[in-house]
């Protein structure tokens, strides 16, 4: 069965430092999504790509989160720098069109501390 | 800023017992509510999901039931088992956008004792 890869699993920085983190979505969805999951609420979107452009970054943190999908398959978030509040499951989800009646499939996610 | 509000926070059930976990939304202009299921270390996954055109759908033991007046949506679990315990979340498209996105509820830890 396809699923949405992500990596690292586990990431652990300090402040200051950069980070990134690498999702592979199902092969043939076109559209990819970034969530952060603070512990103990529910995922809130940070970006949405359809195909290699973004359709929503409207809770992204610009100053230090970038992201990209340069040729629409794979993407990268990054953050520089990490601050202790961007503890939390970064999470990777894709689906095959960007309407609000496709399913969503998760990947694993990335559990990032920063100390 | 769009909320959906979901409750309980927690819920503790005996094998065989009914969960009921319910949400409540703000204004959307796409009628669909996905529920997702998430095991620890684990992704979300969709469990059920109901576009209203009906006020009740069922997959196995898992029924959403749907009031659209109330703006108000649940999850019934009936005959609970062990291996339903989970965070659930559900989830309602964010407001006018018609992108697929999604806004999530604080979740609801269940946990189903033998």
């Known amino acids: 069965e396809a699923e949405v890869a992500q990596s690292p699993r586990y990431k652990i920085t300090e402040k200051s430092q950069a980070v990134a983190f690498w999702c592979d979505p199902i092969s043939g969805h076109a559209t990819l999504y970034w969530y952060r999951q603070i512990l103990g609420q529910g995922p809130e979107l940070l970006v949405q790509?359809?195909?290699?452009?973004?359709?929503?970054d409207s809770q992204l943190p610009k100053d230090r989160f970038s992201a990209e999908r340069l040729k629409g398959v794979d993407s990268t978030l990054k953050i520089q720098p990490a601050e202790l509040g961007d503890s939390a499951m970064y999470l990777c989800?894709?689906?095959?069109?960007?309407?609000?009646?496709?399913?969503?499939?998760f990947g694993p996610g990335t559990r990032l501390t920063v100390l | 800023q769009q909320q959906v509000k979901q409750s309980p926070q927690s819920l503790i059930v005996q094998k065989g017992g009914i969960s009921i976990i319910n949400c409540a939304y703000e204004?959307?202009?796409?009628?669909?509510f996905p529920w997702y299921q998430q095991f620890p270390g684990k992704g979300p996954a969709l469990l059920i999901a109901?576009?209203?055109?009906?006020s009740e759908k069922k997959e196995g033991r898992f029924t959403i039931s749907f009031n659209k007046s109330a703006k108000q949506f649940s999850l019934h679990i009936m005959d609970s088992q062990p291996g339903d315990s989970a965070t659930y979340f559900c989830a309602a498209p964010w407001g006018s956008s018609n992108t697929g996105k999604l806004i999530f509820g604080q979740g609801t830890t269940l946990q189903v004792k033998p």
């Open positions: 989800a894709s689906s095959f069109g960007g309407s609000p009646y496709n399913e969503q499939f």
């Open positions: 790509f359809q195909d290699e452009s973004v359709v929503d």
């Open positions: 109901i576009r209203p055109d009906v």
């Open positions: 204004n959307t202009a796409f009628d669909y």
